[in-house]
């Protein structure tokens, strides 16, 4: 089975401008959730989906938006992109995401963002 | 709030030698414990979780974590460390409540001299 995959891998941007990241789950699983990894820091939580609505955001601003789609796939948006937002992203698919459940995630490769 | 401090942000541990990776945690309920491993440039894999039951867990690649909830602690050991260990070790606590979120440490990483 394949693992959870991002697009792209790697791209460069320019302040300001605007940039879409993409994931695919695992096959079955229903939760995406999204983590920006700065450079020498733990990632930290962005958003979590879960049967295609939002169940989750972390203190991101509002420039950060995704949505998840009717095939759990999901895309992360950010606009008026900024220096700081160059990070890894991660996305991270779970079997379940039902209130009051915890389940392990699994993490796609990332995807290397530089804002130049 | 969750949190996740690591105290140690570099480790150096001799091929062969046993390794401890500490990890403490903050959470008001029962804690879900994860640790995953990156190596540079890629995403995460999980080694092991605990949610419930035997404090003792296995993972992969020949580690075992411990929780003690009396310490907060979520410990990661190995007893032989090989070269191909050399990574980034980060200790994670999720939370239910609603939706799923893990709160990461700052992360440890191992450097494993021959």
């Known amino acids: 089975d394949a693992g959870v995959t991002q697009s792209p891998t790697h791209l460069i941007k320019t302040r300001g401008q605007h940039v879409t990241l993409r994931c695919s789950p695992i096959s079955g699983h229903k939760s995406v959730s999204w983590y920006q990894q700065v450079l020498g820091q733990g990632p930290q939580f962005i958003f979590q989906?879960?049967?295609?609505?939002?169940?989750g955001r972390g203190n991101f601003p509002d420039r950060f938006s995704a949505r998840q789609f009717p095939n759990y796939s999901s895309e992360l948006n950010v606009n008026a992109l900024l220096l700081g937002d160059s990070a890894l992203y991660l996305c991270a698919s779970s079997p379940s995401g039902r209130e009051g459940e915890v389940s392990e995630a699994f993490f796609g490769q990332g995807t290397r963002l530089t804002v130049v | 709030a969750q949190s996740v401090t690591q105290p140690d942000i570099h480790i150096t541990v001799s091929e062969g030698a046993s390794l401890e990776l500490r990890c403490n945690y903050s959470y008001g309920a029962t804690p879900y414990l994860f640790w995953y491993v990156q190596s540079p440039g890629q995403g995460l894999q999980l080694l092991l979780k605990y949610f419930s039951g035997d404090t003792l867990v296995q993972g992969i690649k020949g580690f075992e974590a411990e929780f003690k909830r009396s310490q907060s602690s979520f410990n990661l050991r190995k007893p032989s460390v090989h070269w191909s260990d050399a990574a980034e070790y980060f200790c994670a606590v999720g939370a239910g409540g609603g939706f799923q979120k893990l709160v990461f440490g700052t992360g440890t990483r191992l450097l494993v001299s021959p």
């Open positions: 989906y879960y049967e295609k609505e939002e169940r």
